[in-house]
């Protein structure tokens, strides 16, 4: 499982807000910030797509810069979905190498090159199936969970309904990673021992804690 893949996607171009703001929001800002300073067309309109859909298959990371409006939906980490995925990048990558460099200022060059290396990075690590079998302290459908709250302002009831639907698309991403960990299981594919008990560990002493002491009522609490 991998949430929010691209926050360091454009290390010169890209420079999101980190605000999160009440209400439906556009993404308007963070898709101006996408492309700050390319001049490239082309270079700037594959970054720009690049961008809308990282928020697209990443609604945490969109609630994170203030981009609301998917802050109803869990991303989709199904094995299809990562198949589609990786497709996507494909994509992105051909139209990255289709544009010559030298055609480009220095600056966009700098840029290119950074957007190029990302892409074929993870491409390179999609061999490893990560998504079948990685599974931690620090990365599990708990530690997801924990994230949800923290990133929700319930400053309306429009904020509060998607706060709920959030929960409750939650459930669907939990059986998402679970059916991942199946496949891979078949495949033979596990994490580490140690890795697994300790999220053993973790994911029976949430089960255990006091309701009121759970992170996903934390906003409801204190509104």
Same mark, same amino acid.
Do not use: K
């Given at each position: 499982?991998? %949430? +929010? ?8 171009? !890209? ?10 929001? *556009?993404?308007?800002?963070?898709? *101006? ?31 994170? %810069?203030?981009?609301? #409006? ?12 990562? /198949? ?24 966009? $060059? ?7 290396? +990302? ?8 061999? !490893?199936? *990560? ?11 708990? *530690? ?16 509060? #309904?998607?706060?709920?639907? $959030? /929960?409750?698309?939650?459930? #669907? ?24 008990? $300790? /999220? ?13 002491? $759970? ?9």
């Amino acid at each position: 499982m991998r %949430i +929010m893949p691209v926050v360091a996607v454009l290390l010169v171009a !890209c420079s999101p807000s980190p605000s999160v703001a009440g209400g439906s929001g *556009s993404s308007g800002g963070e898709m *101006s910030d996408a492309v700050a300073g390319v001049q490239d067309p082309a270079l700037a309109a594959l970054l720009r797509d690049h961008w809308e859909d990282a928020l697209e298959t990443d609604p945490l990371l969109g609630t994170m %810069i203030g981009d609301r #409006r998917r802050d109803d939906a869990m991303p989709d980490v199904s094995h299809e979905a990562e /198949l589609q995925r990786r497709r996507t990048r494909a994509g992105f990558l051909a139209r990255a190498r289709a544009i010559s460099p030298e055609s480009i200022e220095a600056a966009d $060059r700098i840029t290119h090159a950074i957007f190029v290396e +990302m892409l074929e990075a993870e491409t390179g690590a999609e061999v !490893c199936e *990560s998504h079948l079998w990685n599974a931690s302290a620090m990365d599990n459908p708990v *530690s997801a969970l924990s994230h949800i709250a923290p990133l929700s302002q319930l400053v309306d009831v429009a904020a509060g #309904r998607a706060y709920v639907a $959030r /929960l409750h698309a939650y459930a #669907r991403f939990t059986d998402q990673l679970i059916a991942n960990l199946a496949i891979g299981a078949e495949q033979g594919r596990f994490a580490p021992r140690a890795s697994l008990a $300790r /999220l053993a560990a973790m994911d029976r002493a949430a089960v255990a804690a006091p309701l009121a002491t $759970r992170v996903p009522v934390a906003p409801a609490d204190q509104s």
